[in-house]
């Protein structure tokens, strides 16, 4: 008779004691789980994770000491192999992709129904990318629709000239620079917004706020 699998390995961090107390009941007398260890912050989970090597470590995100994303961070640093899975009450864009990032594995949110956090647990410890429902609309919609490139300092000075109706030489001439520089920069930045003649790039630089009227 083949013997069963063994646990996966837990470790969870999270600085409330009742949320840590909360996840550890709840996987208590589940043969699939182990628990080996608990951390309060960033810094202490990194020292546990060393110290027990987990399969899995359930990472909260807003921690002192040491954040999640930070954790994460040091975590691959030190070439420590268990999978994060990020569970935590924040949603927000920066949150998500800053920890997806750092190398998490998972995010959940902690409203995440128990079965749901058993078949992320697993799925992580496989190495599968687990997202919730909200979470993964988030990452999509920055995947489908990404920020716009950022014109540099230099190609900002260029287009707010040409804004107040200068041409390429009035715009080297203040610049100190070639007529050819010029005419480069507004290539670049042609490219980066997306449009095709001076109007246009300046239309678009107004419309999203890198100019202003009066002003850069």
């Known amino acids: 008779m083949p013997e069963p699998p063994a646990p996966i390995r837990l470790l969870i961090v999270d600085d409330h004691p009742v949320v840590r107390d909360g996840l550890r ?5 589940e043969a699939r789980f182990a628990v080996v260890a608990e951390a309060a912050d960033g ?5 546990q994770a060393a110290a027990w090597r987990p399969d ?12 999640g994303v930070g954790a994460i961070t040091r975590l691959a640093e030190r070439g420590l192999t268990a999978r994060v899975l990020v569970l935590t009450t924040y949603d927000t864009d ?5 920890a997806v990032e750092a190398g998490a594995t998972g995010y959940l949110l902690k409203d995440a129904p128990r079965a749901e956090l058993f078949r992320a647990v697993e799925a992580a410890a496989r190495g599968e990318a687990v997202l919730s429902p909200s979470v993964a609309a ?56 997306g449009v095709k003649d001076r109007a246009a790039a300046v239309a678009a630089a107004f419309e999203r706020g890198l100019l202003t009227p009066g002003g850069r």
């Open 25 to 29: 009941g709840m996987f208590h007398g």
């Open 43 to 47: 810094a202490e989970a990194v020292a």
């Open 56 to 67: 899995v470590v359930l990472m909260d995100l807003r921690m002192p000491v040491l954040d």
């Open 94 to 98: 920066g949150d998500v992709l800053a």
């Open 138 to 193: 988030r990452v999509l919609g920055r995947v489908r629709a990404p920020a716009p490139e950022v014109l540099s300092p230099r190609e900002l000075e260029v287009l707010a000239l040409i804004a107040r109706g200068g041409t390429n030489r009035e715009a080297a001439a203040s610049l100190f620079i070639s007529e050819a520089t010029v005419k480069s920069h507004l290539a670049h930045i042609y490219a980066k917004l």
